[in-house]
Nanobody, 118 residues
Framework: QVQPVESGGGLVPAGGSLRLSCAASGTFFNINDINAMGWYRQASEKQRELVATITTGGSTSYADSVKGRFTISSDNRKIELYLLMNRLKPEDTAVYYC?????????WGKGTLVTVSS
């Protein structure tokens, strides 16, 4: 079992920055078992949407809405995932979820709330 645990959310003014982290707890496993890791978000009364993904090889992809502002990275040795969010906007307000894909199965964290004030 893999249990991602997010941290780093909070309240930040528009234009500010936050860094989210995600650590994988549970049964120890090999990074080579991991297919990809990513961040999703869900705003109030909206569907969950993809924010960014990263493979263990370092390939990244971003939603158009966050390109140039957010940076996803990972520490494969510790199996940790990060999301650096710059120039935050009120529309970035959402619960941010970490996901780890292992052997094709997606494991989700419980989320961390990011609130951007205008």
């Amino acid at each position: 079992q893999v249990q991602p645990v997010e941290s780093g959310g909070g309240l930040v003014p528009a234009g500010g920055s936050l860094r989210l982290s995600c650590a994988a707890s549970g049964t120890f496993f090999n990074i080579n078992d991991i297919n990809a890791m990513g961040w999703y978000r869900q705003a109030s009364e909206k569907q969950r949407e993809l924010v960014a993904t990263i493979t263990t090889g370092g390939s990244t992809s971003y939603a158009d809405s966050v390109k140039g502002r957010f940076t996803i990275s990972s520490d494969n040795r510790k199996i940790e995932l990060y999301l650096l969010m710059n120039r935050l906007k009120p529309e970035d307000t959402a619960v941010y979820y970490c996901t780890i894909t292992r052997f094709g199965i997606n494991y989700w964290g419980k989320g961390t709330l990011v609130t951007v004030s205008s």
